[in-house]
């Protein structure tokens, strides 16, 4: 059975005192038996590089642009990326997609950038509540992955996928381990109609995964890990989840 991954999304959370510890935390309660990484803001990249470069603990972005270079003021290029040693960035986070009014296309071409430099895009699709509750949830989420698809073809097989039910991520809900496996069964056979490398394909879930509802989700048979929000601002939460992974 391949490893588990498991991913922290710091957020707009850090500084460099509470980095410094939490990274710690986690180095000191190696080894894991699942993947590990973690995917923290930009100004904070070169020290987690540092607390993580002896150690065998993914790190990454939690965005890049879909442009190499140019004048896009603010934005993070993944050749910028690539620089770090970025492993991983997540696109199309549902709050991108909300407060920056990201679309299925503009996810598509960042995770297509992602990888033309190397770095495997963390690709986020999910419905909102008020989607799940009109019945939309299986359209939602297979025209969000379906743009991805199209756009990186025949490297389509090289993301790893993140299903996040908006009405779940810092909410206190999660969708239960049916709700969850019935969607992420839905992108598995997405993923098979699409590539014949989708078996390996990783899929991870996302809305408020904590140490006492990890091991639960994760066994569940389509479910290949877990993007951790809130739980993986603390060492010992996210060491959990880790734990409960494999």
Excluded at 26 to 46: G, H, K, Q, T
Excluded at 64 to 88: I, K, N, P, W
Excluded at 109 to 135: N, S
Aim: proline share 4%; charged share 15%.
């Amino acid at each position: 059975m391949a490893s588990k991954l498991i991913v922290g999304n710091w957020k707009m959370h850090g500084s460099h005192p509470a980095n410094a510890e939490l990274l710690a935390g986690i180095v000191a309660a190696r080894p894991f038996i699942a993947e590990v990484a973690v995917c923290v803001p930009f100004p904070y990249l070169a020290e987690t590089v540092v607390g993580l470069a002896a150690h065998d603990i993914r790190w990454g972005a939690q965005d890049c642009s879909a442009h190499d270079q140019g004048a896009y003021t603010g934005e993070v290029s993944a050749a910028m990326l690539a620089e770090f040693g970025c492993r991983y960035a997540i696109v199309g986070h549902s709050e991108r997609r909300a407060y920056h009014a990201e679309s299925d296309q503009l996810v598509a071409d960042k995770a297509k950038a992602a990888l033309a430099r190397g770095i495997t895009p963390i690709v986020c699709v999910g419905e909102t509540l008020a989607q799940r509750e009109a019945g939309e949830t299986e359209a939602v989420v297979k025209r969000q992955l379906s743009a991805v698809i199209h756009t990186l073809a025949h490297c389509a097989s090289e993301m790893v996928v993140a299903y996040e039910p908006v009405w779940a991520i810092g909410t206190g809900r999660t969708a239960s381990p049916e709700q969850a496996q019935a969607v992420h069964a839905l992108l598995r056979a997405q993923l098979r109609a699409a590539t014949p490398h989708a078996a390996g394909m990783k899929i991870l879930y996302g809305g408020s995964v904590k140490p006492d509802n990890a091991a639960t989700l994760f066994a569940q048979p389509d479910i290949d890990g877990g993007l951790i929000g809130g739980a993986s601002l603390k060492a010992a939460d996210f060491v959990a989840i880790c734990r409960a992974a494999g």
